[in-house]
């Protein structure tokens, strides 16, 4: 079954670099994402990586993927208030659509 | 570049009203368009997707229903609203098979 799981919470001081978690389950799945919701809006697309990559990295964002225990990160460098935000891990469903299965998010707090 | 937005942003609605919340994405065809729902408790939840005009997918059955009248408008609907319909609900569209998802800014629905 389809199934990606995250913890919860993290808080973070600003400047300390965050790392959020995600396992996922579907070895098949091509694409994982990190998705970034700010309070009342809707869900930005922050970074996504193939799944023939083990890192990749985008200004302070940087994603590792392992395949063989099906967990992803997701570490932001130099963390700042404005990093404060729910951050969804998400992996490509194994049906023929591109739908998507998220993890229920993680709150990321930071404190100045 | 393309667009999507969707309205009203914010609904406050009686028990047993219908609902009517519409999306469009610009700047594209032939779409592969969703409706989510996101509740207390922060999971996305796949309500319906779509991959062509009078195509739809229901993923949970429910007193919710969707439409697509054209290529790039996806109308979410229900006849008559119940308390547990209140959410956070997000429309989105992606280029085409097993490809990124884009959402729109989302539409609250307070069903009191």
């Known amino acids: 079954g389809e199934d990606v799981e995250q913890s919860l919470f993290l808080s973070v001081r600003e400047g300390d670099s965050s790392v959020i978690n995600c396992t996922y389950t579907?070895?098949?799945?091509?694409?994982l994402y990190w998705y970034k919701q700010e309070p009342g809006a809707g869900l930005q697309l922050l970074t996504y990586?193939?799944?023939?990559?083990d890192m990749k990295q985008d200004q302070r964002l940087t994603v590792l993927l392992n395949k063989k225990d099906k967990h992803l990160s997701l570490r932001i460098a130099d963390t700042q208030t404005g990093d404060s935000a729910i951050y969804f891990c998400?992996?490509?469903?194994?049906?023929?659509?591109?739908?998507?299965?998220f993890g229920k998010g993680t709150m990321l707090l930071v404190s100045p | 570049s393309q667009t999507i937005h969707q309205w009203p942003a914010t609904l406050v609605q009686p028990v047993g009203s219908p609902l009517s919340l519409e999306c469009t994405v610009e700047?594209?065809?032939?779409?592969?368009l969703y409706w989510y729902r996101q509740a207390a408790g922060r999971g996305l939840q796949l309500l319906f997707y779509?991959?062509?005009?009078?195509?739809i997918s229901s993923e949970v059955p429910q007193n919710l229903s969707a439409s697509r009248p054209q290529d790039r408008q996806f109308i979410l609907s229900s006849k008559k609203l119940l308390l547990s319909d209140s959410g956070f609900y997000l429309c989105?569209?992606?280029?085409?098979?097993?490809?990124?998802?884009?959402f729109g800014e989302g539409s609250w629905l307070t069903v009191v």
């Open positions: 998400a992996e490509t469903s194994p049906s023929g659509y591109s739908t998507l299965t």
């Open positions: 989105a569209w992606s280029p085409g098979q097993r490809n990124t998802i884009y």
């Open positions: 579907d070895s098949s799945s091509t694409y």
């Open positions: 700047g594209t065809s032939n779409p592969n």
């Open positions: 779509s991959v062509g005009i009078g195509q």
């Open positions: 990586i193939f799944s023939n990559m």
